[in-house]
């Protein structure tokens, strides 16, 4: 659990910023459906 606790916070401002466009790629490819077979594997990588 430490190990958990010390990794989240070395986390930096563009890491967070990365997963912020990971999730909005992985949301425009589910929901609204523009070219999941191209964004959802861009946001999960």
């Known amino acids: 659990m430490e190990t958990l606790i ?10 967070v910023f990365m997963m912020v466009i990971g999730g909005l790629l992985m949301y425009l490819g589910i929901k609204k459906e523009y070219e999941p077979t191209l964004l959802v594997p861009m946001g999960l990588g």
């Open 6 to 15: 010390q990794g989240l916070t070395t986390i930096n401002i563009g890491q």
